[in-house]
C-alpha cells in the first residue's frame, strides 16, 4: 500500500519535536515501563537500528554547564575590548542580567595609565548603561579633577579608564553573591589585559573583594599592592565618600598618592 506520508514533511515534523524536547516517540500501543527488558540495556543499544541510535544521541541531555569554565572560555578567546563586551552581553549565566534593564561595560580612555574598578551599577548607570554617571560617580569626577585627571581627558597621562566588577546591576542594589564575583573574574582580568594599564585603582570592598580576595578598604586603603598583576591602589568608593564626609581627608591623601605614582614620585 502507498503511503500518502510526504517523507520530508515527516522529517521536518521529527525535527520541530526533538527542538522541542521531544525524547521519545510515542507508538500507536503503550508502553508498560515496568516491564524489565529481556535484553541487557548494553545489548538493546547494540541492536538499535542506527537511525534511532541517531535520534538518541541528538536528543540525549547536554552535559551540565560550568558557569566558571565559561566564562574563562568566552573571556579568554576575546581579542579586542568590542569582543569582550560581545562575550558578556552574551554570557547566560549570571542571573543579575536578567533584571538589568543594560549592560554597563566601560567608560573613559583606553589608553589611559590608570584604570578604576568599582563595584557594579547603580539605579543610574543601568538606565544609562555607563559606569558612575550617579551621584557617587559625579563626586568621583570632582575627585579626578582635583589632580588633573578624568574621564574624557585624550592624554594618556590625565585620562582613567573606568570599569566595575559587576557588568549588570544587582537588585535593590544589594551585594554581589561570592558566585556572581566568581564568575565576572575572568572578564575583569580580560578586560585589565587588554586595556593594560600601569595602575589599577579598586574602589570598594567589593572590588577588592574580587582583586586583591579580602575586603576591610579602611586598612587597606591608600597601601600599595598588586592585583590582576599591576600595581594597585585601593581606594574608599565614593558613595562611601557620600556617607562619611569626613573620610573625603583620606581620600585626597590617596588621591595626592596616586598622582604621584604617576609623576614617578612614589
Ligand atoms: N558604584 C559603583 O561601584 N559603580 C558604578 O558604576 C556606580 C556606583
Not at 538499535?48 to 554547564?65: G, L
Not at 582635583?146 to 574621564?151: G, P
Request: charged residues 25%.
Amino acid at each position: 500500500m502507498e503511503s500518502t506520508f510526504d517523507p520530508h514533511a515527516a522529517k521536518a515534523l521529527l525535527d520541530w519535536q526533538i527542538e522541542l524536547g521531544a525524547t521519545e516517540a510515542i507508538g500507536d500501543l503503550p508502553v508498560n515501563r515496568y516491564e524489565l527488558p529481556d535484553t541487557p540495556p548494553a545489548a538493546a543499544a547494540a541492536t538499535k537500528p542506527r537511525a534511532a541510535q541517531a535520534v538518541a544521541a541528538s536528543v540525549a541531555p547536554a552535559p551540565a554547564a560550568d558557569p566558571l569554565a565559561e566564562a574563562r572560555a568566552a573571556a579568554g578567546a576575546a581579542g579586542t575590548l568590542d569582543a569582550l563586551r560581545e562575550a558578556l552581553a552574551g554570557y547566560e549565566h549570571c542571573d543579575l542580567k536578567r533584571g538589568a534593564r543594560n549592560l554597563v561595560f566601560a567608560d573613559g580612555q583606553p589608553s589611559a595609565r590608570v584604570m578604576i574598578i568599582g563595584e557594579a551599577p547603580g539605579r543610574d548607570e543601568d538606565l544609562q548603561g555607563r559606569p558612575f554617571v550617579g551621584r557617587a560617580g559625579q563626586l568621583l569626577d570632582r575627585m579626578l579633577e582635583a589632580i588633573d585627571m578624568s574621564r574624557t581627558a585624550p592624554e594618556a597621562g590625565q585620562a582613567v579608564y573606568i570599569t566595575n566588577v559587576m557588568p549588570w546591576r544587582p537588585p535593590q542594589n544589594r551585594d554581589p553573591k561570592p558566585e556572581e564575583i566568581a564568575m565576572m573574574l575572568p572578564f575583569v582580568q580580560r578586560h585589565v589585559d587588554l586595556v593594560d594599564p600601569e595602575i589599577v585603582v579598586l574602589m570598594g570592598n567589593i572590588s577588592c573583594q574580587a582583586g586583591l580576595g579580602r575586603q576591610g578598604i579602611t586598612r587597606l586603603r591608600g597601601q600599595w599592592t598588586e592585583s590582576y598583576g599591576r600595581p594597585t591602589l585601593p581606594m574608599v568608593h565614593p558613595a562611601y565618600l557620600l556617607r562619611n564626609p569626613n573620610a573625603k581627608r583620606e581620600a585626597w591623601a590617596d588621591l595626592l598618592e596616586l598622582q604621584a605614582r604617576l609623576r614617578g614620585g612614589a
